[in-house]
């Protein structure tokens, strides 16, 4: 794991630590933790990959919410610096949403972003 003094910032909300606890537990896996990377792909470049994990990786950061954790690899972690994982619930559709200060600009659907 990287250096406590090195690793950039990376926060999650209450709300989110509580979708990733409910959706743990839904799975039949209450102690499970969000996987969160970047993928190179998407329409603007880069996209956000989530995923229920058991464990973190040796190398992941852990980002520990109030009800659950999130897991970043450190590749990923570097796209994400300064970033806030939270939940939105709205009409369209309920998700993750990560507000990366990172990204000059993304999709219309919110899962792609570019850098500059």
């Not at 990376?10 to 896996?29: L, S």
């Amino acid at each position: 794991m990287p250096d406590a003094t090195t690793i950039p910032t990376f926060r999650i909300t209450p709300r989110a630590a509580a979708q990733v606890a409910e959706i743990a537990a839904r799975e039949g896996k209450p102690g499970a933790g969000l996987r969160l990377a970047v993928d190179a792909g998407g329409c603007s470049g880069f996209q956000y990959r989530f995923g229920i994990e058991e464990a973190p990786a040796a190398d992941d950061m852990i980002v520990e919410g109030e009800a659950a954790r999130v897991f970043v690899d450190p590749v990923s972690l570097d796209l994400l610096a300064g970033s806030e994982l939270d939940w939105n619930d709205a009409l369209i559709g309920a998700h993750f949403v990560v507000k990366n200060p990172l990204a000059t600009s993304g999709c219309g659907c919110g899962a792609s972003f570019a850098l500059a």
